[in-house]
Protein backbone atom coordinates (compact mmCIF):
# COMPACT_ATOMS: atom_id res chain seq x y z
CA UNK A 1 0.00 0.00 0.00
CA UNK A 2 1.06 3.38 -0.69
CA UNK A 3 0.16 6.52 1.34
CA UNK A 4 1.18 10.36 0.07
CA UNK A 5 1.14 12.72 2.51
CA UNK A 6 0.99 16.65 1.67
CA UNK A 7 2.27 19.26 3.82
CA UNK A 8 3.87 22.92 3.22
CA UNK A 9 0.37 24.96 2.23
CA UNK A 10 -1.55 27.92 4.38
CA UNK A 11 -2.72 31.21 3.56
CA UNK A 12 -0.13 33.74 1.49
CA UNK A 13 -0.27 36.88 -0.41
CA UNK A 14 -0.82 37.89 -3.39
CA UNK A 15 3.26 37.74 -5.35
CA UNK A 16 4.09 35.17 -2.49
CA UNK A 17 5.73 31.78 -1.76
CA UNK A 18 4.59 28.21 -0.57
CA UNK A 19 6.66 25.19 -0.81
CA UNK A 20 4.72 21.81 -0.68
CA UNK A 21 6.37 18.40 0.22
CA UNK A 22 4.76 14.82 -0.68
CA UNK A 23 6.00 12.06 1.77
CA UNK A 24 6.08 9.02 0.08
CA UNK A 25 5.97 5.61 1.61
CA UNK A 26 7.20 2.63 0.30
CA UNK A 27 10.23 1.33 -1.06
CA UNK A 28 9.45 2.19 -5.14
CA UNK A 29 9.18 5.80 -4.96
CA UNK A 30 12.06 6.24 -7.21
CA UNK A 31 10.15 4.35 -9.91
CA UNK A 32 7.14 6.02 -10.87
CA UNK A 33 6.36 9.52 -11.83
CA UNK A 34 4.59 11.83 -9.54
CA UNK A 35 2.40 14.38 -10.55
CA UNK A 36 0.77 17.76 -8.55
CA UNK A 37 -2.89 18.66 -8.78
CA UNK A 38 -5.57 21.06 -7.63
CA UNK A 39 -9.22 21.50 -7.47
CA UNK A 40 -10.43 24.92 -6.99
CA UNK A 41 -14.14 25.20 -5.26
CA UNK A 42 -16.46 24.31 -8.01
CA UNK A 43 -13.61 23.37 -10.35
CA UNK A 44 -12.73 20.17 -12.02
CA UNK A 45 -9.53 19.12 -10.84
CA UNK A 46 -6.38 20.17 -13.04
CA UNK A 47 -3.05 19.27 -13.56
CA UNK A 48 -0.33 21.13 -12.17
CA UNK A 49 3.36 19.47 -12.63
CA UNK A 50 4.74 16.07 -13.33
CA UNK A 51 7.75 14.52 -12.88
CA UNK A 52 9.40 11.26 -14.19
CA UNK A 53 10.75 9.00 -12.01
CA UNK A 54 14.53 9.73 -13.09
CA UNK A 55 13.49 13.41 -13.41
CA UNK A 56 14.79 13.91 -16.62
CA UNK A 57 11.34 14.57 -18.05
CA UNK A 58 9.08 17.32 -16.44
CA UNK A 59 5.43 18.65 -17.53
CA UNK A 60 3.79 21.79 -16.20
CA UNK A 61 0.65 23.05 -16.70
CA UNK A 62 0.86 26.51 -19.34
CA UNK A 63 -0.66 28.24 -16.29
CA UNK A 64 1.91 27.66 -14.20
CA UNK A 65 5.41 27.42 -16.48
CA UNK A 66 7.66 29.82 -14.65
CA UNK A 67 6.41 30.20 -11.76
CA UNK A 68 5.89 26.49 -10.60
CA UNK A 69 9.09 24.33 -9.58
CA UNK A 70 8.27 20.11 -9.27
CA UNK A 71 11.29 18.64 -8.02
CA UNK A 72 12.01 14.98 -6.17
CA UNK A 73 14.70 13.76 -3.59
CA UNK A 74 14.08 10.17 -4.09
CA UNK A 75 16.58 8.96 -1.35
CA UNK A 76 13.64 10.81 0.53
CA UNK A 77 10.49 9.32 -1.14
CA UNK A 78 9.48 13.23 -1.07
CA UNK A 79 8.02 15.11 -4.15
CA UNK A 80 8.16 18.98 -3.90
CA UNK A 81 6.36 21.84 -5.55
CA UNK A 82 8.08 25.37 -5.20
CA UNK A 83 5.41 27.99 -5.74
CA UNK A 84 6.52 31.66 -6.78
CA UNK A 85 4.41 34.67 -8.00
CA UNK A 86 1.69 33.37 -6.23
CA UNK A 87 -2.00 34.56 -7.42
CA UNK A 88 -5.57 34.67 -6.11
CA UNK A 89 -6.62 31.81 -8.80
CA UNK A 90 -3.98 29.57 -7.55
CA UNK A 91 -5.89 28.89 -4.62
CA UNK A 92 -7.52 25.23 -4.69
CA UNK A 93 -6.55 22.01 -2.79
CA UNK A 94 -3.55 20.72 -4.29
CA UNK A 95 -2.94 16.82 -4.70
CA UNK A 96 0.14 14.72 -5.15
CA UNK A 97 -0.03 11.65 -7.14
CA UNK A 98 1.88 8.38 -8.15
CA UNK A 99 1.25 7.75 -11.46
CA UNK A 100 0.68 3.99 -12.47
CA UNK A 101 3.08 4.19 -15.68
CA UNK A 102 4.01 6.94 -18.03
CA UNK A 103 4.14 10.37 -17.30
CA UNK A 104 1.27 12.25 -18.26
CA UNK A 105 -1.06 15.02 -17.33
CA UNK A 106 -4.14 13.11 -16.83
CA UNK A 107 -5.51 12.48 -13.62
CA UNK A 108 -6.80 9.00 -15.00
CA UNK A 109 -3.01 7.99 -15.29
CA UNK A 110 -2.13 8.24 -11.03
CA UNK A 111 -3.36 5.34 -9.03
CA UNK A 112 -2.35 6.85 -5.80
CA UNK A 113 -3.04 10.40 -4.38
CA UNK A 114 -2.57 12.63 -1.22
CA UNK A 115 -5.27 13.79 1.33
CA UNK A 116 -4.62 17.17 -0.31
CA UNK A 117 -3.53 20.46 1.32
CA UNK A 118 -5.17 23.66 1.00
CA UNK A 119 -3.60 26.38 -0.31
CA UNK A 120 -5.24 30.18 0.25
CA UNK A 121 -3.45 33.36 -1.91
CA UNK A 122 -5.10 36.18 -0.65
CA UNK A 123 -4.99 39.65 -2.81
Known amino acids: QVELVESGGGLVQAGGSLRLSCAAS????????MGWFRQAPGKEREFVAA????????YYADSEKGRFTISRHNAKNTVYLQMNSLKPDDTAVYYC????????????????WGQGIQVTVSS
Open 97 to 112: ARANGILTREAGGYDY
Open 26 to 33: GRTFSSYA
Open 51 to 58: KSWSGGRI
